[in-house]
Every structure is written in structure tokens, then in C-alpha cells.
């Protein structure tokens, strides 16, 4: 069965200090990757996504994630963190059917 | 367009009640899809539909029913709650004519059952 997983449950920043989220995924054929985030008493929303070609993806809000097919991985990362980042940050999967596979999600945590 | 809505925002049930979840899109949208979302566990499938008349089961169903009557309607279903229902359930909606695939997320339900 497919399985998303996400490793940082709670991550704290301080301002302007780099963020790579982790995620991981077991599917052997083609998947779509996605990332969405919740921000506090919100739906969520699509951060960016990632379904072929350049496996660098470039999100809203300065975000960016990773495609290594090698790792099956698909990571979150932004340079510099704001406060108005703390948020709960979703890895998905979708594959053949349309459905998405959640992560658990990572709490990240930005100190001003 | 207002998008995926989703009543009642709040819920709170006696053990036993049954009650109706509703999520409506307005986009014209094949796919709906329902989600329970629990701390530590993600967001999990219950139900989806490919479209009116078609409805399939997700990785939790157990405990409700969904139906399909229209395109813009996806009800869901508690006949007899339990507290290990107790979530925040997020309905979403997609279609294979939208550039690959995205899934618009209703603004959720909190429901306890107590």
C-alpha cells in the first residue's frame, strides 16, 4: 500500500533561519507530489506541486521541493522563514486513482 | 465561484446520533472526495466519487455513507456516532480537466461526539 511519510512532526525556526521539510514516499510507478499547507483555523491549501520534468519545483510564497526519484523523496524547503510561515505543512501522493495519500504533517513553528 | 463549502462549520453529537455532513462545490468539478484529518495521523480518505451515481470507499469508510445524487452535492453520513469519530472532516473537490488534477479543499468541519 502507498505510505507518505513525513519524519519532523514539530519544527521550530527562529526568523530567517532555512527550512527543509522531509518526505518520503513508497510507490514504485508514476506518482504526483504535492505540498500543502494549513495555516492556523484554515483549510488547506496547495503550496506547490510536482507531476513531471525539472524536479525542482518552485511554490507560492518562496517555497520550494525537491523531486530525488532515487529516494523517493520530495522535499519542502524556503531559504529564509518568516513568522507568517508557522503553519502545518502537508506532503501528498497522488497516484494512479484520484486521490491524494496525506503525510501527518509537520507543525513548524516560527519565532519572531 | 464560492468553491467547496462545507456546513456545518462546528458539531457536537451524543454518542449514537446520527447526523449529515454537507459539502457542495460550485466548479462543475467529475471527482469529490471526503477526508478526516486527526492529530499525529494526516488526512485520511473515507469516501470518493468519480462522479453522480459513482461512489467508492476510501482507507477509513467504516462508520459512514456517502452518496452521489449530483454533480455539485457529496454528502456524508453518520447513522450512529462514536467519539472515535470525533475529527475535522474536509471535504474536496477535482476534475480531470483541470491541469493536472488539483484538489480544492472545502474550509472543514470540526465534529466531536461525546
Known amino acids: 500500500a502507498q505510505s507518505v511519510s513525513q519524519h519532523n512532526h514539530h519544527v521550530i525556526l527562529s526568523e530567517a533561519a532555512s527550512l527543509e521539510l522531509g518526505c518520503n514516499y513508497s510507490?514504485?510507478?508514476?506518482?504526483?507530489l504535492f505540498w500543502y499547507v494549513q495555516y492556523p483555523g484554515q483549510h488547506l491549501q496547495l503550496l506547490l506541486k510536482y507531476f513531471s520534468g525539472d524536479p525542482l519545483v518552485k511554490g507560492i510564497k518562496g517555497f520550494e521541493a525537491e523531486f530525488i526519484k532515487s529516494k523517493f523523496s520530495f522535499n519542502l524547503r524556503k531559504p529564509s522563514v518568516q513568522w507568517s510561515d508557522t503553519a502545518e505543512y502537508f506532503c501528498?501522493?497522488?497516484?494512479?486513482?484520484?486521490?491524494?495519500?496525506f503525510g501527518t504533517g509537520t507543525r513548524l513553528t516560527v519565532i519572531p | 465561484n464560492a468553491g467547496v463549502t462545507q456546513t456545518p462549520k462546528f458539531q457536537v453529537l451524543k454518542t449514537g446520533q446520527s447526523m449529515t455532513l454537507q459539502c457542495a462545490q460550485d466548479?462543475?468539478?467529475?471527482?469529490m472526495s471526503w477526508y478526516r484529518q486527526d492529530p499525529g495521523m494526516g488526512l485520511r480518505l473515507i469516501h470518493y466519487?468519480?462522479?453522480?451515481?459513482?461512489?467508492d470507499q476510501g482507507e477509513v469508510p467504516n462508520g459512514y455513507n456517502v452518496s452521489r445524487s449530483t454533480t455539485e452535492d457529496f454528502p456524508l453520513r453518520l447513522l450512529s456516532a462514536a467519539p472515535s469519530q470525533t475529527s475535522v472532516y474536509f471535504c474536496a473537490s477535482s476534475s480531470p480537466r483541470l491541469v493536472r488534477y488539483e484538489q480544492y479543499f472545502g474550509p472543514g468541519t470540526r465534529l466531536t461526539v461525546t
Open positions: 501528498a501522493v497522488k497516484t494512479g486513482a484520484n486521490n491524494l495519500f
Open positions: 466519487s468519480v462522479g453522480a451515481g459513482i461512489t
Open positions: 510507490y514504485g510507478g508514476t506518482v504526483n
Open positions: 466548479m462543475n468539478h467529475e471527482y
